[in-house]
């Protein structure tokens, strides 16, 4: 998976999630998204993985920050 | 059989002004839209494994009731009511949840009506400070107050849990809901069965305190949108009409040969599924453009077939449209169009026949029978809480209405007729033991069903509580076959007047002249015991209760129009006597 079709994915899955659209690329973080809170975060987490067929340990997931993390950490999983 | 009644029905369909027309192509075009819509969503809600991306890219363009679900809990329940929506607007259902705090105490604050009170606990909080008995004895007292404030159905989901106290609290919380009004338990522990360590996922409790895994969300939401809410707020679908071809087998019995038809364990499962329902209480029908004596063949030959023609109520093989065969089959049946399922391999006859019936529900039976089976296995609406009675005898009860309506024609006259099924009435005052079958009669009966109260378990439970109130149950049984439990009777005093709230009769029961013997055995032992001296019954019309009106215009003197769609009637004690009624029933009364 190449990292725009990462970015497209996650945007995607913000956007489903958060419940407003978010185009691929766009930088979105927790502290400033009153809506990302921990029940929406674990439901991210739940959408990723089964989108991407990926798995996050709990270090991972609690270290997500904003949405380039989530590329990094789903980039990272599918180059190894 | 009765191919050809129907198709002189489809011919003689009255001329329509040019509005009705125009909403008659309106409502045949949703009805075929909702149809293929539905179907191209199977794919997705029926997944083994069903994607959350693709479920929530789902929009219904359906009409949806909403209704109203109050969540009591100590743990999230939003990871599983994210999820919810699309899989209960396939049950025509729009979901709005509202959250009490955590809380282990279940104090249940003050809150909105609701249509359904999900109780939603992580019993291992409390498995460390109380016994099993002791956290039953604590929820039932809980559950009892709940019971007290909300007249909604409660929805106690049960211990999911490899501790071995959660099997025997399991056990006894089954046994001791039963005992409370329209209350009953979703069962978690058995989606833990089925997914194993795969339920639980430990990386969640820190972050949002629950251990449960995106699969058992995923499995929960399915079964409350597509099982335990339709079971929760709709009645129980009544029928299942199948395609045979294709659908029950691989293969095309007309040209294939019936030796060659492919049986595939696919086939086998989804036949034994049928069966199953059959003795469930839902009635089996088939629909099929095949000869009549190709299928009557069909059965007779393939011993195999898990399946056979003794299991269908009615069978309508013939060469017209399924649309003259669903209807042939609802007129034999005595049904709605919207009670019945109708399961097809192909799109365009179930879009003829959504066409022509929109209340109808469809499944398509397009990626073999392995597929069909899930679905069947979660559809809306076939799910029910509790079994009664007479849901092991409907089946072989329609049977004999065949042998019934042979015997009609063989007999010289109507009298002869009715006093050759040896018909007899059983009445029970006030059954508490009942509370289950008149709910069902309540909110199922259309055509004999004065009010169209649509009682739950919780109102019939007061009435059983109050002095002024009486509730009477009537079992049928003849010759051919029992009916159970087939007529319900709901009054209260008032001002030294009996008024008559509800009269149900099933229509399995109806064309048998029972009805005056019903209406006034109730009504003497009812005005009896209340010392009234009049009784007033109120009809309100609906859009199918026609022989209920036809009834007591024979029986009673309208007293009058009291609105638009109601008609008061009035009988006092002494024109019950002068009531005729057949003298070919033997009553008698139990309790």
């Known amino acids: 998976m190449h990292d725009p079709d990462i970015e497209t994915l996650v945007s995607e899955c913000l956007s489903q999630v958060l419940k407003r659209p978010i185009e691929a690329g766009t930088a979105v973080a927790r502290e400033d998204d009153g809506s990302w809170d921990s029940l929406r975060h674990v439901e991210l987490v739940f959408l990723l993985e089964d989108r991407a067929g990926i798995r996050f340990t709990q270090e991972e997931i609690t270290g997500i920050r904003d949405s380039r993390d989530i590329v990094h950490l789903v980039a990272g999983k599918h180059g190894s | 059989m009765n191919r050809t009644g129907s198709t002189t029905l489809i011919d003689e369909q009255p001329v329509l002004t040019e509005t009705a027309r125009e909403t008659a192509l309106a409502q045949a075009d949703a009805g075929v839209a909702t149809a293929l819509e539905k179907a191209e969503w199977q794919k997705v809600l029926f997944a083994p494994r069903p994607s959350r991306y693709q479920l929530g890219l789902l929009e219904p363009h359906w ?21 919810v929506p699309a899989f209960a ?27 359904i009170e999900i109780v939603w606990l992580d019993f291992d909080r409390y498995a460390k400070n109380l016994t099993p008995d002791e956290l039953l ?114 293969g095309v019995a007309g040209e294939d040969g019936i030796d060659r038809l492919q049986l595939e364990p696919g086939h086998i499962e989804l036949q034994k599924q049928l069966s199953a329902l059959q003795d469930s209480g839902i009635l089996l029908a088939v629909c099929s453009r095949n000869h009549p004596r190709t299928v009557d063949r069909l059965f007779r030959q393939r011993r195999d077939f898990p399946l056979a023609l003794e299991h269908f109520s009615t069978v309508v093989a013939s060469w017209s449209s399924k649309v003259a065969g669903l209807r042939s089959i609802a007129d034999t049946l005595s049904i709605g169009m919207d009670t019945i399922l109708f399961i097809d391999d192909n799109p365009a006859e179930l879009a003829e026949v959504a066409a022509a019936f929109p209340e109808i529900h469809t499944l398509l039976a397009g990626t073999g029978p392995a597929a069909t089976h899930e679905v069947l296995s979660r559809y809306p609406r076939l799910h029910q809480w509790q ?63 004065t009010a169209m109260l649509r009682l739950s378990e919780h109102d019939i439970a007061a009435r059983f509580s109050d002095p002024d109130c009486f509730t009477i149950a009537v079992e049928l049984r003849d010759r051919l076959s029992e009916s159970g439990v087939i007529a319900a009777l709901f009054a209260h005093t008032e001002n030294a007047t009996l008024v008559v709230d509800e009269i149900c009769i099933s229509c399995r029961a109806l064309g048998r002249e029972i009805e005056p013997v019903i209406l006034v055995e109730s009504l003497q032992k009812m005005m009896q015991l209340a010392a009234a001296d009049t009784a007033t019954i109120k009809l309100t019309r609906g859009p199918k209760n026609a022989p209920a009106l036809a009834c007591l215009e024979t029986v009673f003197q309208p007293a009058g129009q009291t609105g638009l769609d109601e008609t008061e009637y009035t009988c006092s004690t002494d024109r019950l006597l002068n009531i005729p009624t057949r003298d070919c029933v033997h009553v008698r009364w139990e309790n």
């Open chain 2, 63 to 83: 009409p949806l009731r909403t209704i109203h679900i109050q969540v009591h809990r100590n743990q999230p329940f939003e990871f599983v009511a994210g999820l």
């Open chain 2, 137 to 250: 004895d604590w929820l039932f007292e809980r559950l009892g107050y709940l019971r007290e404030r909300s007249p909604a159905r409660l929805l106690v989901c049960n211990w999911a849990s490899t501790q071995p106290a959660a099997t025997s609290f399991n056990q006894q919380l089954n046994a001791r809901l039963a005992g409370i009004a329209d209350a009953s338990v979703c069962d978690q522990a058995s989606l833990l069965s089925r997914l194993g360590s795969d339920y639980f996922d430990d990386r969640n409790i820190a972050l949002a305190g629950s251990a449960l895994s995106n699969a058992a969300c995923m499995e929960t939401a399915r079964m409350f949108g597509l099982t335990w809410l339709p079971a929760a707020v709709h009645p129980r679908l009544k029928a299942i009409v199948v395609d045979l071809d294709h659908t029950l087998y691989a």
């Open chain 2, 89 to 115: 607007a396939y049950a025509d259902l729009d979901v709005e949840f509202s959250y009490s705090a955590y809380d282990d105490a279940l104090n249940f604050p003050a809150h909105g009506i609701a249509d």
């Open chain 2, 387 to 449: 079994a009664h009675r007479e849901d092991a005898l409907r089946s072989a009860d329609m049977t004999a209405n065949r042998e019934r309506r042979r015997l009609r024609d063989e007999t010289p006259d109507r009298g002869s007729y009715l006093q050759a099924l040896g018909m007899e009435l059983v009445f029970h005052l006030n059954p508490q033991q009942l509370r289950g079958r008149l709910h069902e009669l309540s909110v199922k009966t259309n055509q004999f069903n």
